[in-house]
């Protein structure tokens, strides 16, 4: 399968607790996005990546959230100190360049 | 005013007839128009983008783009039930770079 891949699918935490998802981009694909979907909303933007560069961040992201893409390949979203807000699901995308952008299966996030 | 409108729905149309779904946007320098379908529970997947006024045809599946009236559309033709779903409308506006802009989307069924 070379489509996006992202790990883990689901995740349960305490509120306060830390969480890092991995994603894995489409292997060609040099353009990486985060998004953050709830129910019933459409997907947010959160962050992309251009191979290792980081070119943009949404205001939705808080100082709690930080992502990184130190090869220009696979990428990590962390969540510290989470809160109940913080469920919902967080959606990889990738890209070749401004072209069409293919979603992940999300992984979702639970904060109890 | 968001920046990206859809009707909303449900939208409930019979097996075999047209389903339209429409998308209205706020930033007249958008370029690129995209149409996901979105399974409950599943990540958002690309079936349709235009980014020329007029129409583009797709199997069942025609877009529709007027960029004079800030409005793009969707046609299913002979509608089955595995239509049934959420179809997002998401926009590439002119000054953000790649991230895209999300409609709330569109529930579809279709009654056998």
């Known amino acids: 399968d070379t489509g996006v891949s992202q790990n883990p699918r689901h995740k349960i935490t305490k509120r306060g607790q830390n969480v890092t998802f991995r994603c894995d981009p489409i292997?060609?694909?040099?353009?990486l996005y985060w998004y953050r979907q709830t129910l019933g909303q459409g997907p947010e933007f959160l962050t992309y990546?251009?191979?290792?560069?980081?070119?943009?961040k949404s205001r939705l992201l808080s100082d709690r959230f930080s992502a990184e893409r130190p090869k220009g390949s696979f990428s990590t979203l962390e969540i510290q100190r989470t809160e109940q807000g913080d469920s919902a699901m967080y959606l990889c995308?990738?890209?070749?360049?401004?072209?069409?952008?293919?979603f992940g299966p999300g992984t979702r996030l639970t904060v109890l | 005013q968001k920046e990206v409108e859809q009707n909303s729905g449900p939208l409930s149309v019979p097996e075999g007839a047209i389903a339209s779904l429409n998308c209205t946007y706020s930033d007249r320098g958008s370029q690129s128009f995209f149409w996901y379908r979105q399974y409950s529970g599943k990540s958002p997947e690309l079936i349709m983008f235009?980014?020329?006024?007029g129409d583009k045809e797709d199997g069942r599946f025609t877009a529709q783009l007027n960029k004079a009236s800030q409005y793009v559309s969707l046609l299913i033709r002979d509608s089955q039930p595995s239509d049934s779903a959420t179809y997002l409308c998401a926009v590439r506006e002119e000054t953000s770079g790649s991230r895209l802009t999300f409609g709330e989307g569109t529930q579809l069924t279709v009654n056998p």
């Open positions: 292997s060609e694909h040099n353009r």
């Open positions: 995308a990738s890209s070749s360049y401004h072209n069409e952008q293919f």
């Open positions: 990546f251009q191979n290792e560069a980081q070119l943009e």
């Open positions: 235009i980014y020329s006024n």
